[in-house]
């Protein structure tokens, strides 16, 4: 077990060592962990700081509460945003987890909207093309994701629009077809209400707030080549860890 600054809280320390028995696999998706009334027991607590420890645990997205069953080691669902994907392919893979699934939603050319003209330096009311997917994982839909190229750029990727899941992605198609290489990425993060076009794809109700991830992609002279939009499903954990430096 990692060893915890003693200035700690308890309410800290406690929810800890809970946390590092499921990255352990000690506690598995779907165990029982320790109720409020079992910590003030074996931990000699107050009720307060075992209310608190399981409150960080909920809060952190590492456990749920079932009202009358208890507290348990949620089934961790977590977010795959598209640059993690673009890693993925370049790597020699698919751009899918394991067992994970995606499935083609539509594709369609539309007037470019004042978001997806900024992002691709076009006039808001250009034509666009826009293809969007949705993936699935054993926790169901976990993001539906739509991406826009330029009407120009459309022309020149036939595959774009068809009901087939790209090998490369459209950052590799874009690659392969025109020799512009995405060397520069902006993501940015945000809360939302879900789109009424989006809705139903990621089976949850318009205007449900979630995750929304923007990607703009740029190539090797500083022009854009795509703009995506991922909408998170409810329920999904974005976690980061690493050194702090």
């Not at 945000?190 to 703009?216: H, I, M, Y």
Request: hydrophobic share 35%; charged share 25%.
């Amino acid at each position: 077990m990692v060893r915890q600054p003693e200035h700690v809280a308890p309410y800290r320390r406690l929810a800890n060592a809970v946390i590092e028995r499921i990255k352990s696999g000690d506690l598995q998706p779907g165990d029982r962990i320790p109720s409020a009334n079992d910590l003030v027991k074996t931990e000699k607590i107050s009720s307060a700081t075992a209310a608190r420890v399981l409150a960080v645990l909920r809060d952190e997205g590492w456990v749920d509460t079932v009202l009358g069953r208890g507290t348990f080691v949620r089934t961790q669902a977590p977010l795959t945003q598209g640059v993690s994907r673009i890693g993925m392919v370049r790597s020699g893979g698919s751009g899918l987890l394991d067992g994970e699934t995606v499935e083609f939603v539509e594709a369609r050319t539309e007037h470019a909207s004042q978001e997806v003209a900024d992002a691709l330096c076009l006039e808001a009311g250009a034509d666009v093309v826009l293809r969007r997917r949705r993936y699935i994982d054993a926790a169901g839909v976990s993001v539906v994701s739509s991406t826009w190229v330029t009407a120009t750029l459309g022309e020149q990727l036939p595959e774009f629009i068809q009901p087939e899941k790209l090998p490369k992605m459209t950052m590799g198609l874009i690659e392969d077809r025109t020799g512009r290489k995405a060397t520069q990425q902006r993501a940015t993060h945000s809360v939302g209400p879900v789109p009424g076009d989006v809705a139903p794809q990621l089976d949850t109700e318009a205007g449900t707030p979630v995750l929304k991830v923007t990607n703009r992609y740029v190539d090797q002279d500083g022009e854009p080549t795509e703009y995506a939009v991922d909408w998170h499903a409810p329920g999904r954990s974005w976690v980061a860890e690493g050194p702090v430096e």
